[in-house]
């Protein structure tokens, strides 16, 4: 039997490997002008106003709720159909995160049941793109400006999926990228934030490093560097060394893309049919990023357990956070959240796949279980 096939199986290019390299030997390790060349480049090629390179996705998310104003006595709607550093990040920023239910049959936040979890402590709307496919973000968008809101985009799994044609990130006041070991375009660990206000960036500009105006920064005869520092900041910076393997892995980042896409279609129309297998909603207007090719199935264990014995991995990636103590437990008033929950499974589909493992993947969920 030939290896199994994962889920994920990241590679970094030779390109990328010619970067890390060279700035190896430049001796410039920690945030330099690197850094500042990723920051263009994300910039030109998602189409991202004001991008601040990080060395995670949850700095992105704590950053911006930092930046947005959030904090104490705040309430933040978000999904508990995602990775737990979600709603950590509201905690970290001193809020609290109110979970709210998914479309139907859908991973993604239903802006009708956001709108119904409203209250006046309500700061802001955190949705994640979940899998990479976009939510609805045309009535999130208008949900958040029509009752004065902060819209936060967790695009961590979704760079380069776009909605109505213009990239994620950009329809809320601030938007929120991963560059970690498996997501679509990795630094090893990294994350990118993107923030509408120009003030508000100012701010995480200088919350990214110690709360330091890096760029008003003036030296004195002794070499030493004098930052007025009026807020708390945190190590929150990328380093050249992240940005050189970022900087070579955008140059395949289209290619990758355009793989995903293709697999995502034909896995789309060569699954439709299964009996005991489900389909989720896409998003009308959206472009996703396919970054995970969740489906939902009937008897998950008998489906796992048969995909295993045919030699492809399949997971339950990401099972809701609210079940989690420190969130006081799957909540009983998200009845979609937890048949999305109860199904949920996902098939290995990624740039890395050639054409032979995707059809081994289609077998192999067609064999039945
Ligand atoms: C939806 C989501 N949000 C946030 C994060 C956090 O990103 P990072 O691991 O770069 O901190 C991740 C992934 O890890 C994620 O999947």
Redesign the pocket.
Known sequence: MPDAIALFDPRVSDAARARVDACLRSGRLSEGPLVAEFEAALAAAFGLPRVLALN???AA?HLALLALGVGPGDEVVTTAQ??V??PLAVLHAGATPVFADLEEGGPNLDPADVARRLTPRTKAILA?HYGGEPCDLGALAELARSRGLALIE?A??ALGATYRGRGVGTWGDAGAF???AIKPLTTG?G?ALVLRDPEAHRRAYRLRWFGIDRAGRVADELGAGHWPITEAGHKYHMNDLAAALGLGQLEGFAAALARRRSLDALYRAELAAVPGLRLTPRTPGAEGACWLFTVLVERRTDFARALRSRGVEAAAWHRRVDAHPLFGGARADLPRQAAFDAAQIALPLRDTLDDDAAARVLRAVKAGW
């Open positions: 995670s996705g949850t998310l995602t990775f550093a979600t994640v967790d961590a799994q991963s560059f970690q660990d994350g």
